[in-house]
């Protein structure tokens, strides 16, 4: 299942059209370009909140990696900040041969985004894109 959320004036997403992501795809893989990477992934990530709304993030790695902030939980933590608290959709990008959000993230996707959550990646830009519902990704996950 895919999505196409088109950018309207604002900063905010339109209505869907069935296809692909753009305007998260296109967000994620700029945000992307300003990830902290000490290792070889640079992630980007995007997500769009249920009032249409953008908020995106990047890795932010750190000497002890157990200070690492992956680019989901960051732009999840920009969205809490800006004083949204759900999310419908979020798109993950980076160069990797394969990846979905790790175990942690998907964490924060179901606490903010829930089992309907639509969430997306790609692996190099135009590429194909990946879409599930968190639900699909981790289907016992306790709720």
């Known amino acids: 299942m895919e999505t196409c959320w088109v950018i309207c004036p604002g900063g905010k997403l339109g209505d869907g059209v069935s296809s692909s992501n753009v305007a998260l795809e296109s967000a994620a893989w700029a945000v992307r370009e300003n990830a902290r990477i000490l290792g070889s992934t640079s992630v980007g990530c995007a997500l769009m909140t249920s009032t249409g709304d953008v ?8 000497q002890y990696r157990s200070h690492d902030i992956h680019a989901e939980t960051n732009a999840i933590s920009t969205m809490v900040a800006a004083g949204h608290r759900s999310l419908v ?9 394969r990846f979905t959000p790790c175990g942690s993230c998907m964490d924060w996707i179901f606490e903010f985004g829930g089992p309907d959550c639509t969430v997306s990646w790609q692996r190099c830009p135009g590429g194909q894109i990946s879409s599930f519902k968190a639900s ?4 016992y996950y306790p709720r």
Do not use: D, Q, W
């Open 89 to 97: 959709a979020i798109f993950v990008v980076a160069e990797r041969s």
């Open 55 to 62: 908020f995106t993030g990047c890795n932010v790695e750190h």
């Open 136 to 139: 699909e990704l981790m289907p």
